[in-house]
């Protein structure tokens, strides 16, 4: 998915949700993704449900407020969703 500059998507089970992940595990609510600069800002939604970055061994570091990244994997119950580095 192309997503714009400053464009902002929320991840969860609400239908709602600009990407809907079918996982009881994710809140309705669970991160918002924006496109900003040159990568990303990761924001996690819900305190007691963390979004986790996964790291290069594998390993998933929890994202407690909001993280800049060029690409990554993040973690979001038992669903990975990659993010790529924008287009320049």
């Not at 500059?5 to 239908?15: A, I, M, T």
């Not at 809907?20 to 991160?31: G, I, K, N, P, Y």
């Not at 996964?54 to 993280?67: C, F, H, K, Q, V």
């Not at 990244?69 to 990975?80: D, I, N, V, Y």
Request: glycine content about 10%.
């Amino acid at each position: 998915m192309d997503v714009e500059p400053g464009r902002s998507l929320v991840v969860g089970r609400d239908p709602g949700a600009d990407i809907v992940l079918a996982d009881a595990d994710v809140s309705e609510r669970q991160a918002l993704i924006t496109r900003a600069g040159p990568g990303w800002l990761v924001t996690s939604l819900d305190d007691a449900n963390l979004v986790c970055l996964l790291d290069d061994t594998g390993r998933a570091r929890p994202i407690e407020s909001e993280l800049g990244l060029r690409s990554g994997e993040l973690l979001l119950g038992a669903c990975r969703l990659r993010l790529y580095s924008p287009p320049s």
